[in-house]
């Protein structure tokens, strides 16, 4: 599988990285520890998590999908085999706090959850809430980087005004965004400003949580439970849903054309962007790994990013830039 290149670093890619935010929360360990075997005996090699997965469960403060994917990789033994990227700063009971000496103990604390002695990505999860400033919180990234317990540093959900403060203390290595059909608005900004600063983009939800794949309908959100956070979502809710759906029919031709299903072709249209080096996908069994892996090996063309366009075009749904330049 052709692997991508991470910014300006060392850090070969492939394009689909597996989001381990499930990991002690909707799954256990034993699933976990299925879908992490299938994923890298598929020959992907990323996965991505955080200290805060799963804090919404009741009673806990987060830390378990590292424990899971620490204990993974202690009992295969294919820490060899994987890239481990992870992140800091989401409330954890101190809000988004990015405190320098709150980054420190929660970087030793990853790194003896996921039972390794480097971090081969380590991330900011969210802006800063606590008014720690910009300097104490990007030098403390620097100095985990500079003392070899993280091989590099990035940042997520910021904005152009806090990577250019982040890059004039030392570069983003990465930046990881939102970014779907539906939510296209990095497009406009942060991805020029990625390509122009050789930092990567690893994206999430390039699925829009579920809503772009096949079988996706209304009554599913309907029937969803109260505390599911989709229901209050406005990409769930009409008149958004509607049009979601809509643009989600609309490429169904060109997954028949790929022979892969309209999930895959949501993801490999994330990946046709310059710049794009993955692109992360989650899964709740191992067999939901082979729904999603043929987008690692769509290229989709200029025709059909064209298409793809005219279908935004058409339906209204989501916002941002439709097609790159």
């Known amino acids: ?63 378990e999908s ?32 990015l405190k320098k000496d709150y980054i420190l103990r929660e970087c030793e604390t990853s790194l003896r959850r996921l039972q390794t002695d480097r971090i081969d990505l380590y991330q900011f ?12 919180s990007w030098g403390a990234m620097l100095k985990l980087r500079d003392e070899g317990k993280v091989r590099f540093v990035g940042v997520s959900n910021y904005t152009t005004a806090l990577l250019d403060g982040c890059e004039a203390l030392g570069h983003v290595q990465s930046f990881q965004p939102p970014f779907s059909l539906v939510r296209r608005d990095v497009a406009g900004a942060e991805l020029p400003w990625c390509r122009a600063h050789g930092a990567g983009v690893i994206v999430y939800s390039p699925m829009q949580s579920g809503l772009l794949t096949d079988g996706f309908t209304a009554a599913r959100v309907a029937a969803m439970p109260e505390d599911d956070w989709r229901r209050r979502s406005p990409q769930f809710q009409e008149p958004a849903l509607g049009r979601n759906l809509a643009l989600r029919d609309a490429l169904a031709p060109i997954a028949r054309r790929h022979g ?22 989650g899964a709740r069994s191992p067999e939901q790994v082979d729904g999603w892996i043929g987008a690692a090996g769509v290229t989709l063309d200029a025709s059909d990013m064209a298409l793809v366009a005219r279908a935004i075009e058409r339906t209204g749904a989501g916002t941002g830039p439709l097609a790159p330049e």
């Open 1 to 63: 599988m052709e692997k991508r290149r991470l910014g300006k670093s060392d850090l070969q890619l492939a394009p689909i990285m597996l989001g381990g935010n499930v990991f002690g929360w909707t799954i256990d360990e034993k699933t976990s520890f299925g879908i992490l075997d299938a994923f890298v005996d598929a020959n992907f090699n990323a996965v991505d998590t955080s200290d805060s997965y799963a804090r919404w469960v009741p009673g806990s403060r987060g830390g």
């Open 125 to 136: 999860h969210w802006p800063d809430q606590s008014g720690t400033p910009l300097a104490d």
């Open 66 to 97: 590292e424990s899971i994917i620490g204990n993974w990789l202690k009992k295969s033994g294919k820490r060899h085999k994987v890239l481990i990227a992870t992140k800091v700063g989401e409330d954890m009971g101190e809000g988004r706090s």
């Open 260 to 281: 892969v299903g309209v999930g895959a072709i949501a993801v490999a249209w994330t990946l046709a962007w310059p710049g794009v080096t993955a692109a992360i996908v």
